[in-house]
């Protein structure tokens, strides 16, 4: 570890000494002069420097002098313990005063450098060595790695096992699904009324739609009325009663027959409930009403007196009963309504269901009453305007392809040639007015508009061919669409 020895270096140039003297002091000897320009400072000389005495030094005043050997040097100026420090050493790494040390790493002393690991779980991340490992990974600040930030708008997060994970705030919600954006979606918007998916056609209030259909007359002729029955609180622009084939309704008609078409009902029968708020709303090619509503018209049903003509682009045969023929319409009524949808709607949906008194005699007959919904102008492809179709693409008619609930004791029953499984049992039909006939499941139209447009639709239904066995729509829950949706009407699942 150390030698010792002297050495004379008087036979090189004794009046230039090349070699400084280092914390090894070299005393009681004077020194020629202090003011050589070239003796660095005692701590900063490099302890394995071999120590040479000045040959002007009298030969080392006749003591042994030290010299460390290579990667040692005698740090704490003993001459008892040698050349005690190792230089490889993290306490003194080079030289005497170089401490390898990192917070929260775990140092080494390389080739006279000292380089750090971080300990598990820290990180350098501002490659600053004076302060070590200074981050903390696993936290919102370093979650997987050096500044992998969890972070996202309207969310708290937390970083769990080097994944972030966030929890939207309330009111807020990830609707589609990508954090970059965060909870971008505001949960107390119509268009995102509690959750995601929830429109409303009308305020949302506290995560749900308002509704304004409460206490509205049974027998109410204020167009207006019907469309808040349906959920329709907002964007109205005009409601008005009409023929089916949106003619005004001649004075000549008898007005309390003609108004016998609509009803607001709070139910349709004991096992129908309202599809939106409180109540929902009837049309019927007779009265408007069940058995035990003031105006009912029992069986076969309430002749009004009075025709009309086809709307346009009808009428519309069904494709399940070929060369049938519907005939003039009789009794008819419409509902039509201008809406201006909110900007950020692409369509619209209501939910609806037909009743019809000509099940099972006149099935495949020209008594093929019918409800339509035409939506002006005309969309999804729809030439007549008509959004309420069946699976066949045909209309809404008594022999429309969604029939499925009907009074059979033994299905499958025949009627027009055509069999009925009645799958729906006939419960829906208890308390209407069609207990021994046959309607519709809840079936939900959806099409297509565009938001901040004004557009028409008319929901009308009218016997057709004659006066007798009627038929009644239910419709209700009207609700915006954020996406354009296909034209269709499809039973709810
Ligand atoms: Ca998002
Ligand atoms: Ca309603
Ligand atoms: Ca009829
Ligand atoms: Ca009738």
Redesign the pocket.
């Known amino acids: 570890m150390l030698l010792m020895g002297c050495v004379d270096t008087s036979s090189d140039n004794p009046s230039t000494p090349d070699v400084s003297i280092a914390d090894v002091a070299v005393t009681d000897v004077p020194i020629p002069d202090t003011s050589e320009p070239d003796i660095p400072p005692p701590d900063t000389v490099s302890m394995d420097t071999v120590l040479e005495c000045d040959a002007s030094v009298a030969e080392c005043d006749g003591q042994e002098r030290m010299v460390c050997e290579p990667g040692f040097a005698d740090c704490d100026g003993l001459e008892d313990n040698g050349c005690e420090a190792d230089l490889s050493l993290v306490e003194n790494c080079g030289s005497c005063t170089n401490v390898c040390q990192a917070d929260n790493g775990i140092s080494q002393c390389t080739d006279g450098q000292c380089i750090f690991e971080c300990e598990s779980g820290f990180a350098n991340c501002d490659a600053l060595a004076d302060n070590g490992c200074e981050s903390v990974l696993g936290t919102v600040l370093h979650c997987g790695a050096c500044d992998d930030v969890c972070t996202a708008d309207n969310a708290t997060a937390q970083c769990t096992m080097g994944q972030c994970e966030y929890s939207c705030l309330d009111g807020h919600m990830d609707c589609n699904g990508d954090m970059s954006d965060g909870c971008e979606t505001d949960l107390t918007a119509p268009s995102s009324c509690g959750s995601c998916d929830v429109t409303c056609a009308g305020a949302c209030i506290e995560g749900s739609c308002e ?1 304004c ?1 409460e206490g509205l007359a049974l027998d109410s002729n204020d167009p207006s009325d019907a469309a808040r ?3 329709i609180c907002a964007d109205l622009v005009e409601a008005k009663w009409v023929l089916p084939d949106g003619q005004k309704v001649p004075t000549a008609i008898d007005s309390a027959n003609f108004h016998k078409g609509h009803g607001i009902l709070d139910g349709f029968g004991p096992n129908v409930d ?8 009837a049309l019927s090619t007779g009265a408007a009403r069940r058995p035990a509503d003031p105006d009912y018209e029992p069986y076969p049903g309430l002749e009004k007196g009075y025709e009309s003509e086809h709307p346009a682009g009808f009428p519309q045969e069904a494709p399940k009963c070929p060369g049938v023929v519907t005939g003039q319409p009789h009794d008819g009524i419409g509902l039509e309504l201008t809406l201006t949808a909110p900007t950020w709607a692409q369509g619209f949906r209501f939910d609806f269901s037909f009743y019809t008194q000509e099940w099972p005699q006149y099935i495949c007959s020209s008594y093929n009453d019918i409800f339509l919904a035409v939506v002006t102008p005309a969309v999804g492809g729809q030439s007549n305007g008509n959004i309420a179709i069946d699976s066949d693409g045909g209309p809404i008619s008594v022999n429309n392809t969604y029939l499925e609930a009907c009074y059979c004791l033994d299905p499958p029953c025949i009627s027009g040639g055509m069999a009925f499984e009645c799958s729906l049992g006939s419960e829906v039909l208890e308390g209407t007015g069609f207990a021994e006939n046959a309607s519709t499941a809840w079936l939900r139209a959806q099409a297509p508009i565009k938001g901040g447009t004004p557009f028409t639709i008319r929901l009308a239904i009218y016997d057709s061919g004659d006066e007798v066995l009627d038929s009644t729509v239910i419709v ?2 009207f609700r915006w669409l954020k996406t354009g949706p296909v034209v269709a009407a499809t039973p709810i699942p």
């Open positions: 509704t259909d029955t349906m959920g309202a599809a939106e708020g409180a109540q929902l709303l209700d829950n």
